[in-house]
Antibody, heavy 121, light 107 residues
Framework: QVLLVQSGAEVQKPGASVRVSCKAS????????ISWVRQAPGQGLEWMGW????????KYAQKFQDRVTLTTDSSTTTAYMELRSLRSDDTAVYYC??????????????WGQGTLVTVSS | DIQMTQSPSSLSASIGDRVTITCRAS??????LNWYQQKPGKAPKFLIY???SLESGVPSRFSGSGSGTDFTLTISSLQPEDFATYYC?????????FGQGTKVEIK
């Protein structure tokens, strides 16, 4: 079965960077893109960006364009999200999600368990 | 960016009730609309794609409809395990955007 297992919780200081990993298994890693979605405490879901596991090309939400880098490593079937210049309002649970596609419809079919990133001095 | 607006933000319902949640897009997204269910402390679960197609394994009491800018998620007979927050999401274009969520609570 498809599994996405994320790295553990992080506590970082303002201005620092964080890197969250997402280990994929149960499918051909390079055949699907990975998106990252975050959720601040008590808030809704916010899409950050997408990375192709085959080509490595990326799309980012403009809000995060200057601070986030999404990458993949096909040798370890792992996706990474790095967020720089952290602020207190970056405190959130970060999810990786594997896309699915049926016809022209694309959706977030499988989700990691989430990684809590806390930004605090 | 395409804005997705859900209504209501929350609702209270009883077991067996029919529940309808509305999602409106700020421009036409044809039928590129997905629905997710999220329970507290858990990752979202994918329910419906292309506005009305049920993901495999999702109970048939869930249904979706709509096209263009207006969409609905209906739970025909609410069950105890359905108390959760529901999100719509458009996949018409990037950035992918979600509605703000609708929390379904026990009356």
């Amino acid at each position: 079965q498809v599994l996405l297992v994320q790295s553990g919780a992080e506590v970082q200081k303002p201005g620092a960077s964080v890197r969250v990993s997402c280990k994929a298994s149960g499918y051909s890693f390079v055949d699907y893109g990975i998106s990252w979605v975050r959720q601040a405490p008590g808030q809704g879901l916010e899409w950050m960006g997408w990375v192709s596991a085959y080509y490595g090309d990326t799309k980012y939400a403009q809000k995060f364009q200057d601070r986030v880098t999404l990458t993949t490593d096909s040798s370890t079937t792992t996706a990474y999200m790095e967020l720089r210049s952290l602020r207190s309002d970056d405190t959130a649970v970060y999810y990786c999600t594997r896309e699915g596609q049926r016809g022209a419809s694309i959706f977030f079919q499988y989700w990691g368990q989430g990684t809590l990133v806390t930004v605090s001095s | 960016d395409i804005q997705m607006t859900q209504s209501p933000s929350s609702l209270s319902a009883s077991i067996g009730d029919r529940v309808t949640i509305t999602c409106r897009a700020s421009q036409s997204i044809t039928n590129y609309l997905n629905w997710y269910q999220q329970k507290p402390g858990k990752a979202p679960k994918f329910l419906i794609y292309a506005a009305s197609s049920l993901e495999s394994g999702v109970p048939s009491r869930f249904s979706g409809s709509g096209s263009g800018t207006d969409f609905t998620l209906t739970i025909s007979s609410l069950q105890p395990e359905d108390f959760a927050t529901y999100y719509c999401q458009q996949s018409y274009t990037t950035p992918r955007t979600f509605g703000q969520g609708t929390k379904v609570e026990i009356k």
